[in-house]
């Protein structure tokens, strides 16, 4: 499994450096998620040992049970929540994670506002946009992020770092990155989380500073 681990991760490098230099950015500007839903410790490791620092996942119950023991063992990791978070989740959310990029409505604003006062810890905040407009996919929609961006920023004192999209899987995703990256220019942000295993090298094209990777690290997972 290390070999593999290893073998992919080092493509997708190569891959990320090849797509940014056609894209005239520097390699070092595009920052690679690995995505460890479901992926075992023993998996996660194989990783690290690789050389593996960022990683992400979908669920706050998930890294609870088998993240803090994984940081206390390697505490120069970063941890990204790339999936939905629900109020209840953020005392634990703010603990546990380094980057956020789930903002997607003033409750959620609010509830990290308080948690920040509260527990001292800032971790990075980017807000999901909901490029589809898909009634099932949590998000922001594109009219109304200009607006909820200043409600973050000047009603909760938030430090919005950037924006973050899943485009709809039936649709062209190059659409969808340039719509989030002509938002962020609008907004002053620099960081674009958006790129999966398919569509990476298209994100980048488009400005991606966090490409988030799962199935081309790890495999299919259940």
């Known amino acids: ?9 080092q493509a997708i490098e190569r891959d990320i450096a090849g ?6 950015r520097d390699p070092g500007s595009v920052k690679l998620i690995a995505v460890t839903k479901n992926v075992s410790e023993r998996a996660i490791e194989e990783a690290i040992r690789s050389g593996q620092r960022r990683f992400g996942e979908n669920r706050v119950q998930e890294v609870k049970a088998k ?20 109020s209840n989740k953020v005392r634990d959310a703010v603990q546990l994670f380094d980057v956020i990029h789930g903002v997607d409505r003033p409750k959620i604003a609010r509830a990290l506002a308080e948690e920040f006062a ?13 490029t589809g407009e898909e009634p099932q996919k949590s998000g922001v929609l594109p009219v109304d992020t200009d607006s909820f961006v200043t409600f973050c920023r000047h009603d909760c004192g938030l430090a919005i770092q950037g924006l973050m999209c899943i485009p709809p899987l039936n649709e062209e995703p190059a659409m969808h990155f340039a719509l989030l990256a002509k938002i962020a220019a ?18 980048i094209a488009f400005g991606a500073t966090y490409v988030r990777i799962g199935t081309a690290i790890f495999g299919a997972r259940a």
């Open 67 to 86: 993240w803090p023991a994984l940081k206390e063992r390697h505490p120069d990791l970063e941890l990204h929540l790339i999936g939905p978070l629900q």
């Open 186 to 203: 609008r907004l002053g942000l620099k960081e674009l989380s958006m790129g999966m295993s398919g569509d990476f090298q298209k994100a």
């Open 19 to 24: 797509a940014a230099k056609r894209a005239n």
């Open 118 to 130: 509260r527990s001292y810890r800032w971790p990075l905040l980017l807000v999901q946009v909901n």
């Open 1 to 9: 499994m290390s070999e593999t681990i290893s073998a992919s991760l």
